[in-house]
C-alpha cells in the first residue's frame, strides 16, 4: 500500500467517525428539543383544560344558586296563594252576610 492509500483510507475512517459522531450530537439536539416542544404542549393543555374545569364549576355554583332562588320563590308563591285564598273566603263571608261598605 502507498502512502497516499493509507492517507486515503485513514481520512475515509476519520469522516465515518465523524459522521457518526456528529449525527449522534443531532440526534440528542432534536431528542431535547422535542421533548421540550412536547411538554410545552402537553403543559398548556392541561392548563386550558383547568380553565374548563374552572368555568364548569362556576356554572355549577350559579346554577345552585338559581335552583335556591326558584325554592324560595316557590314557598313564597304558595304563601301568597294561600293568603289570597283566605282573603276571598273572607271577601265571601263579607259579601254574604250584607255588608254594603257604603
Do not use: P, W
Not at 449525527?23 to 428539543?33: E, F, I, L, P
Not at 356554572?59 to 304563601?79: F, G
Not at 296563594?81 to 254594603?100: F, L, N, V
Amino acid at each position: 500500500m502507498t502512502d497516499m492509500g493509507i492517507l486515503v483510507t485513514v481520512i475515509g475512517a476519520v469522516g465515518g467517525l465523524c459522521a457518526i459522531a456528529f449525527g449522534y450530537a443531532t440526534y440528542k439536539r432534536n431528542r431535547k428539543a422535542d421533548d421540550s416542544s412536547e411538554g410545552k404542549e402537553t403543559g398548556t393543555l392541561f392548563t386550558e383544560i383547568g380553565y374548563i374545569k374552572s368555568g364548569i364549576d362556576d356554572i355549577k355554583r350559579k346554577q345552585e344558586k338559581q335552583d335556591e332562588r326558584y325554592t324560595v320563590m316557590v314557598e313564597r308563591l304558595s304563601a301568597v296563594e294561600a293568603s289570597a285564598k283566605q282573603a276571598h273566603k273572607r271577601i265571601d263571608r263579607i259579601d254574604h252576610q250584607g255588608y254594603s261598605g257604603e
